[in-house]
């Protein structure tokens, strides 16, 4: 079984950045992918970037692309998202999914029947 830890959400002006963190505990050798989601308020809950653990590849949503920078650290099992010009729309709870089964990593959809998950960080970008 796996166990994740988010940390590292915050508050931040537009513009700004922050970098948040997804540790993985337990068998962590059985994961095949992960990936960022974000909810907020009144809204369903959204893929914003995946992880291809096998081969080291990121996918990410449109609304983020060019923004945002996933990266692992193998060593501590921790998967980061570094997330730049941040906009008020980027406001949401974020969660860490990782899933041992071998989905494809950028289908979202795939994580909810599949994926391990943790309990989520905050993130608010101010105007």
């Known amino acids: 079984q796996v166990q994740l830890v988010e940390s590292g959400g915050g508050s931040v002006q537009a513009g700004g950045s922050l970098r948040i963190s997804c540790a993985a505990y337990?068998?962590?050798?059985?994961?095949?992918?992960m990936a960022w989601f974000r909810q907020a308020p009144g809204k369903e809950r959204e893929g914003v970037a995946g992880?291809?653990?096998?081969?080291?590849?990121?996918s990410y949503a449109d609304s983020v692309k060019g923004r945002f920078t996933l990266s692992k650290d193998n060593v501590k099992n921790t998967l980061y998202l570094q997330m730049n010009s941040l906009k008020p729309e980027d406001s949401a709870m974020y969660y860490c999914?990782?899933?041992?089964?071998?989905?494809?990593?950028?289908?979202?959809?795939?994580?909810?029947?599949?994926?391990?998950w943790g309990k989520g960080t905050l993130v608010t970008i101010s105007s």
């Open positions: 999914a990782a899933s041992s089964r071998r989905i494809m990593c950028s289908d979202y959809d795939a994580y909810y029947g599949a994926a391990y």
């Open positions: 992880f291809d653990d096998s081969v080291g590849s990121t």
């Open positions: 337990g068998y962590t050798d059985g994961i095949a992918c």
